[in-house]
């Protein structure tokens, strides 16, 4: 019988989105800085004959049960590296607690940590060599501009679309509220508005430089890297979703060091200085918006990872 493989998939936050013009391909260019998550799914995966995904846990809800589930994809884009393409078959789970469509690169996490099982368990069960780390990395960039980061983790600057990573060095630990939204934002439509936001003349000029956040993340100091974040993107999310400002506001009145729309939205992420902090930022934040669910989490966490 097949083993049953298990894998964490971990959040992300970009502590700093910066975001240049649309290239030829449609991409931006970025300077962003991304960190991982303690918050995270779970993903497992069993080779068999039939192929069946199974979508469990809070932020289940809108996620693909069919093969164009980027973690599926991922599965397959493995299988026919191993050069073995019709050994993409048997049973994926997710159980979600990562908000989706919510910019904290969850179906990306998933993606990632489907790599790794994928390799692990269709390599055994073929009996070959696993791909190397770096192919996949490789694919990972193919799957997303998130993927190679969720499985990188930890705290790196990502140029090019969001995959070109360089670790950074990062001192302290942070804790972070993390306000959800029932309605997700499609991340196409808020770069779109930032380029119409560019073209009338307002929205955020690129901010391409990271040092700011860099120095604060070497001081490891809360304070320092609340007054160095920023998000270019935020001003178009706030364009589409006018009702996020409010989320901001109530977060800060509570108590966050700072709020700050997470990638493209509309999930908020706010810096705080202490676990108590954060849970009252969540308990009113969550009191004064209708459709908003909060939780705390803590940062940076590790990139995708098997589970013994
Ligand atoms: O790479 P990913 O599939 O996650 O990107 C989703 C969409 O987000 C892209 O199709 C594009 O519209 C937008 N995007 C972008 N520039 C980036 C990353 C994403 O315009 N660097």
Redesign the pocket.
């Known amino acids: 019988m097949s083993s049953r493989w298990t894998a964490r998939a971990h959040s992300k936050v970009n502590l700093h989105l910066g975001v240049g013009d649309?290239r030829e391909d449609?991409?931006?260019e970025?300077a962003t800085v991304f960190q991982s998550l303690e918050l995270h799914d779970e993903v497992s995966f069993t080779p068999g004959p039939e192929t069946e995904i199974v979508v469990t846990g809070p932020h289940a809800a809108g996620v693909p049960t069919t093969p164009d589930n980027l973690a599926w994809r991922a599965i397959t884009a493995v299988a026919a590296a191993l050069g073995k393409p019709e050994a993409a078959t048997g049973t994926l789970r997710l159980t979600k607690n990562i908000p989706a469509a919510g910019g904290m690169a969850g179906g990306?996490a998933d993606a990632a940590a489907a790599l790794l099982l994928a390799n692990q368990a269709l390599s055994e069960e073929i009996g070959c060599a696993p791909v190397a780390h770096k192919m996949l990395y490789h694919i990972a960039a193919d799957l997303?501009?998130?993927v190679p980061f969720t499985l990188m983790g930890g705290t790196a600057l990502g140029r090019g679309?969001?995959e070109l990573l360089t670790q950074m060095l990062a001192r302290g630990h942070y804790t972070w509220a993390i306000i959800t939204n029932a309605e997700g934002l499609s991340?196409?439509s808020v770069?779109r508005k930032l380029d119409e936001l560019r073209a009338a003349g307002r929205g955020s000029s690129p901010h391409l430089d990271t040092e700011a956040v860099g120095k604060a993340l070497v001081n490891g100091s809360p304070h320092e890297l609340a007054a160095a974040m920023h998000n270019d993107l935020q001003a178009a999310a706030l364009s589409l979703r006018p009702d996020l400002r409010k989320v901001l506001d109530t977060g800060e009145a509570a108590g966050a060091l700072k709020g700050m729309v997470s990638g493209s939205g509309p999930t908020c992420a706010f810096l705080c200085e202490d676990a108590d902090t954060a849970h009252e930022v969540v308990a009113q934040v969550c009191a004064d918006n209708r459709g908003t669910r909060g939780l705390v989490t803590t940062g940076p966490a590790s990139g995708a990872a098997l589970v013994e």
């Open positions: 649309a449609g991409f931006h970025l990306s997303g501009s998130d679309r969001g991340t196409p770069f």
